[in-house]
DNA sequence: TAAGTGATCTCT
DNA sequence: GAGATCACTTAA
């Protein structure tokens, strides 16, 4: 039996979901093989007054679903070359996400997406199985102890109280 | 250390 | 429509 986190388990603290988030598995359907990796690094975006998120600047195109119910995916392109995967957190109407930065040996939240094929299409739609992209609790909680916290990362624009925040969680080996 | 690369947003 | 910016990676 599966347990594929949903949005029950998205809707509660931005912060706290993200730790909670390491230990857990990212799992992808592709062609017909499963992929399954631990996740290890993630980094927290939370509200509009968060200036390092893109809902700082109130609903856009892009970031319209940040502002849904968490459990969806938020995939977006940066830079002209990468996706980033990020999961949608909180209620409805309050703008977060978790932006998945590492999982398994891949390290770079483009280099996941790139490794997984994972694209804009996957944008805005529910993590489920159906999807063929989700996110697992396999019952191995993450040793606290192992947990760190650090600034996140490629966010100076935001100005030192925002980018200083430590909204960045890394599972050690 | 810097360039690549293109969607998105903020002005006109 | 133009110009700046960007939740990054790679090659040097």
Request: hydrophobic share 40%; proline share 3%; aromatic share 10%.
């Given at each position: ?12 603290d ?11 598995y ?13 996740i ?9 007054h ?15 679903v ?17 996706w980033?995967?990020?999961?949608v957190?909180?209620?409805e109407?309050h ?10 040996k ?9 490794y997984?094929?994972v694209?804009?299409t996957f ?23 192992k ?19 430590p909204y ?6």
């Amino acid at each position: 039996m599966r347990r594929i986190l949903d949005e029950k388990f998205f809707s509660g603290d931005t912060i706290k979901i993200a730790e909670k988030l390491l230990g857990k598995y990212l799992v992808r359907i592709k062609g017909g093989e499963e992929i399954a990796l631990e996740i290890n690094e993630v980094e927290a975006y939370d509200g509009v007054h968060d200036k390092a998120s893109h809902a700082s600047k109130g609903r856009t195109s892009r970031n319209e679903v940040m502002f849904a119910r968490g459990g969806a995916w938020y995939v977006y392109f940066v830079y002209g070359i990468h996706w980033m995967l990020n999961i949608v957190v909180g209620e409805e109407e309050h703008p977060a996400a978790i932006l998945i930065r590492g999982a398994g040996k891949i390290s770079g939240p483009a280099r996941l997406t790139k490794y997984l094929g994972v694209d804009g299409t996957f944008n805005k739609k529910m993590a489920a199985l159906e999807t063929g992209l989700w996110i697992e609790d396999r019952g191995e909680p993450a040793d606290k102890k192992k947990i760190v916290q650090t600034p996140r990362i490629g966010v100076d624009y935001a100005g030192e109280e925002w980018s200083l925040k430590p909204y960045r969680f890394i599972l050690k080996d």
